[in-house]
């Protein structure tokens, strides 16, 4: 082919013009019962924490029932999370799908799903101190599901380097660590990532994925109900709040603490852990 560009179209702006559809109405979704999880959250007693270390990653498990918090306490800092099924890991979390039914960002009310062929909630936002944040001039907003996570191998591409504290070899030591599992055993089970407290958007005008400063100060956090049984891994980004650079060993870092919380027996009523996904699987066949 030439280089010759191909000339705009007469009707540009009418092809422009065009509304757009959503892809994925998400108004027949079963609805969380928020009322009732907060009332069982607020008789709920501490049964577990982990303090996640700067340019580290901790990994935590929640029973199905339980709820998990994700605090800021020292300094602003954002965090890489990814989620499996405590009894069998090839079902984690989907942040394509989550993106698909909730949007670029979520906040309270909105659930992370699983991957295919499992596709139901993991978990359920039941709060979010950050909600306040909305979307920015920029088209920035916080808890993204569009960052796929800070990896060696893209900083390799892009510069050479060879850096071992990024999010995706902190979440993949943390889980080898956890499951007994060798590094190269564990990295295929490292998955896209909600990225707690990340501040991001896409820029207008050539679409790129950005960050910034992120919002987040100490004390505040993100809340989960735990739809099923949850193990949990959970990074300190080690470009702390993300106002300059992901992948750094300059940038002010902070710990992260993940706390779990069982409620009272009998608080959640006729409530039942979400069945797998309904489809016959059948493809036509």
């Given at each position: 082919m030439s280089d010759t560009q191909f000339p705009i179209p007469a009707d540009a702006d009418t092809r422009r013009a065009v509304p757009p559809v959503i892809?994925?109405?998400?108004?027949?979704?079963?609805?969380?019962?928020?009322?009732?999880?907060?009332?069982?959250?607020?008789g709920a007693e501490k049964v577990a924490e982990v303090t996640v270390p700067p340019r580290e990653a901790?990994?935590?498990?929640?029973?199905?029932?339980?709820?998990?918090?994700?605090?800021?306490?020292e300094g602003p800092q954002v965090g890489d999370l990814n989620l499996w099924n405590?009894?069998?890991?090839?079902?984690r979390f989907f942040s394509g799908k989550t993106r698909a039914l909730?949007?670029?960002?979520?906040?309270?009310?909105?659930?992370?799903?699983?991957?295919?062929p499992y596709m139901r909630p993991m978990a359920t936002i039941i709060a979010d101190t950050l909600e306040w944040y909305g979307i920015d001039?920029?088209?920035g907003s916080v808890h993204d599901v569009i960052g796929t996570r800070c990896d060696p191998y893209t900083g390799n591409l892009l510069q050479g380097s060879q850096y071992h504290h990024c999010c995706h070899s902190n979440l993949?030591?943390?889980?080898?660590?956890?499951?007994g599992l060798s590094l190269a055993e564990a990295e295929p089970h490292v998955h896209d990532v909600l990225n707690v407290f990340m501040c991001?958007?896409?820029?207008?005008?050539?679409?790129?994925?950005?960050?910034?400063?992120?919002?987040?100060?100490?004390?505040?956090y993100l809340e989960f109900f735990a739809e099923i049984d949850l193990l949990?891994?959970?990074?300190a980004c080690p470009g702390g709040d993300c106002s300059a650079e992901h992948s750094s060993d300059t940038a002010a870092c902070y710990p992260m603490l993940v706390e779990v919380f069982a409620p009272k027996e009998g608080s959640l009523a006729a409530w039942q852990s979400p069945a797998l996904n309904g489809y016959d699987r059948s493809h036509g066949c």
């Open positions: 892809c994925y109405p998400n108004e027949t979704l079963p609805k969380p019962d928020l009322a009732l999880y907060r009332a069982a959250r607020d901790a990994t935590f498990e929640v029973t199905a029932g339980q709820f998990f918090r994700i605090s800021s306490i405590r009894n069998d890991i090839s079902e909730h949007g670029t960002h979520v906040t309270t009310g909105e659930r992370l799903w699983s991957n295919l001039a920029y088209g993949t030591r943390a889980l080898a660590d956890h499951l991001t958007g896409f820029t207008r005008d050539t679409g790129q994925y950005f960050m910034k400063a992120s919002p987040v100060r100490p004390g505040d949990g891994a959970m990074s």
